[in-house]
């Protein structure tokens, strides 16, 4: 701080005593000032989370027996989005003779979202056709930018003719991948 003396002269008489003197005066600080900056690094982050295993029991109809949908949560933080696939690893198989095959009916339906992305279904349905050895069913959708989406995945044992194939427990497995644009 700088100080600057100036000088006053005050006359003060008070009956016969009379005094002078100076004035201290500060000057203004000149202001200086500092920055700081804070930076939070957000890591790149995709995931994709499945619903617990289902099951049912056939109703022993010639219907398709339909799972209800089930809700898979995929999020990504990627600016560019993400593509969602699911897939099945087989039809249904049943599981002491693997002899016995159903075909599997993946439908993809979208259902909540957040953020700012726009999420497409490009590929809504497909079936598995075991008689040919295409045990892959494969359903997809994308988005073009961060957000989160709730898919619903339906899933349908095929059974065309109920009574000509054996009974017991018929499995399938479905993989839901997540990869960024």
């Not at 494969?138 to 619903?152: D, K, L, Q, Y």
Request: glycine residues 8%.
């Amino acid at each position: 701080m700088t100080k600057k003396i100036c000088t006053l002269v005050t006359v003060a008489c008070l009956g016969v005593l009379c005094f002078s003197g100076s004035v201290l005066h500060a000057q203004a600080p000149v202001p200086r000032t500092a920055t700081q900056t804070f930076t939070v690094t957000v890591p790149q982050n995709i995931s994709i989370s499945a619903p617990a295993a289902v099951s049912l029991l056939h109703d022993e109809t010639d219907n398709n027996q339909s799972f209800a949908n089930q809700p898979w949560v995929v999020k990504g933080n990627i600016r560019n989005g993400v593509l969602v696939s699911f897939a099945t690893g087989s039809a249904f198989v049943h599981t002491q003779d693997n002899t016995f095959q159903r075909n599997a009916k993946l439908d993809l339906g979208l259902g909540t979202t957040a953020g700012p992305a726009i999420w497409t279904i490009t590929k809504a349905t497909d079936q598995t056709d075991y008689a040919t050895a295409d045990g892959i069913a494969t359903v997809e959708a994308n988005s073009n930018g961060v957000g989160r989406a709730s898919f619903n995945l339906g899933v349908s044992f095929i059974t065309e003719e109920f009574g000509l194939f054996a009974a017991g427990d018929y499995v399938t497995t479905v993989t839901g991948t997540i990869t960024a644009r």
